[in-house]
């Protein structure tokens, strides 16, 4: 009884280790393949659930069904108009032939390994092709303007390729290239660009210097607008000035005119009136004409003598 008991269990042990060498279960974000003797044997098993193989003797290779993502290194690149840039790139990629992605890579590590050659060598060769300006943007397009003094500096070149287009070079040629690998590319990206520190440094000093020619153009418009302002300021003045002057004098005349008549109205009622209108004259000339320094030269006969004669 104990030996049959013991038999027993070693037969349940048994029996639940090649249960268990025997099955696999598939969830929806894997794919694999059974090797025997580590050569593939049968159809990749690519469906979700339960499947069986011969235990011990053959083995399952599982691999990622989902989207996988490739990070490229940053590479210093010269483009076709001999400018070097750093260049970043990224890409998507899936497996889509689990068997001959297994013959001919193994593993994703390797996957990536020759990822990295393709995919860097095709983005090296696209950018040597291709001038900087056709990398950088996507589309010829007129620059927003916002102010009407940027009309005249605001210029963009037209581009014959453009960084889509570009992008969409790589993809087609890394695919041509992984065609026989099990696997796809989906998605191939710049990430990002820059220059290298030598040219970069060359291309602040270029942008400061058009910048400060760009002020220096204000500048001497400024003046120049300044001096205009001023020019048309005094000439207003001396206008105002001068129109001033002619209006006080006209102001003038009338007042004296009117004084006049005023004067020969209240003096030339009689005789007497208008001699007393000439004495009073008479004697505004001489208060207006002589001090204590003045010496006079007047002949007898001159009214002014007979009036100071008159007064001694």
Known sequence: MKKSKILYIVLV????????????????????????????VGEPRTSPGV????????????FDKRYLEWDGDKNQVPTKDKKFI????????????????FIRLRDERSAQSR???????????????????????????????TEDFMEELEVLEDIEVGREAIEEIVLQKANERTSDLGVRILD???????????????VYDRMISERNRIADQFRSEGQGEARKIQGD????????????????????????????EIYAAAYNRNRQSIELYKFL????????????????????DSELFQYLKKMK
Not at 15 to 27: E, K, M, N, T, Y
Not at 51 to 62: D, E, G
Not at 116 to 126: K, M, S, Y
């Open 51 to 62: 499947n069986f193989v011969i235990p011990f003797i053959q083995k399952v290779q599982f």
């Open 86 to 101: 750093f260049v970043d790139t990224y890409a998507r990629w899936q497996i889509t032939d689990p068997l001959q992605f």
């Open 281 to 300: 004259r008479s004697l505004e000339a001489l208060e207006k004409s002589l001090n204590e320094h003045t010496n006079l030269v007047i002949s007898s």
């Open 115 to 145: 990822l990295d050659d393709i995919l860097d060598g095709e983005t090296r060769n696209a950018i040597a092709s291709n001038d900087l300006l056709d990398i950088v943007r996507s589309t010829n397009r007129d620059p927003e303007v």
């Open 188 to 202: 191939f990206r710049f990430k990002r660009m820059n220059y290298v520190d030598e040219v970069r440094d060359r």
């Open 233 to 260: 300021k005094e000439r207003d003045l001396a206008q105002i000035q001068s129109e001033a002057t002619r209006e006080a004098q006209e102001i003038r005349g009338r007042a004296d005119a009117e004084a006049t």
């Open 13 to 40: 042990i048994v029996g639940l280790v090649l249960v268990g060498q025997s099955v696999f279960i598939l969830d929806e974000t894997q794919q694999a393949i059974v090797t025997q003797f580590g050569k593939p």
